[in-house]
């Protein structure tokens, strides 16, 4: 796998390396310092990703919510950046959380593309797992047991969706196989 560079990200954000260089930096020091330093295999995906992001500041191509993305549209910028805050905040705060999400990353966009021409297939995601983490980030109250109750709902959605989503990725490139 080749390492992507601030080059790279320099030429996918349309910003000067040096400003790349910069933000990388800055988080990457910010997430090393909360999480008592760490492994760059591990991490290096989560803070570029956060640090392209800011430098777009959207979304960037690297750091989609595919599965949500092509459920909701592209329209739907709240809600994808409520996932989005809750997989950074919460799912990679643990580095099991942390390889789930790397997991999704590379899955995701496979499964995004089977979703979009199968509309049968893009609502029961939407509905059976988009939706209901939607509900829960924004109708849940963070404090306390209710914090407990979201992360809880939140993990349980996430799991099942990436098995989920996993079959299908498995299925539909079997069947595009054939």
């Not at 988009?130 to 993990?155: C, D, H, T, Y």
Request: charged share 25%.
């Amino acid at each position: 796998m080749t390492k992507y560079t601030e080059s790279d990200a320099a030429k996918d954000t349309g910003v000067s390396k040096d400003d790349v260089e910069e933000t990388w930096h800055s988080i990457r020091d910010h997430d090393h310092a909360g999480r008592g330093g760490g492994d760059d295999d591990l991490y290096h995906t989560s803070w570029r990703d956060r640090a392209d992001d800011e430098l777009q500041g959207g979304f960037s191509s690297g750091d989609f919510c595919y599965v949500a993305t092509a459920t909701l549209g592209t329209h739907a910028f709240s809600e994808l950046g409520l996932l989005k805050s809750w997989r950074y905040a919460e799912l990679e705060s643990s580095r099991f959380g942390l390889r789930l999400s790397n997991y999704y990353r590379r899955t995701a966009p496979r499964v995004a593309k089977h979703l979009s021409n199968r509309p049968v297939l893009r609502a029961s995601f939407r509905t059976i797992f988009v939706k209901p983490a939607i509900w829960f980030l924004k109708n849940v109250p963070e404090r306390s047991l209710g914090r407990f109750v979201q992360n809880l709902a939140m993990w349980t959605i996430f799991l099942a969706g990436l098995a989920y989503g996993t079959l299908v990725g498995k299925l539909f490139s079997a069947e595009d196989l054939r």
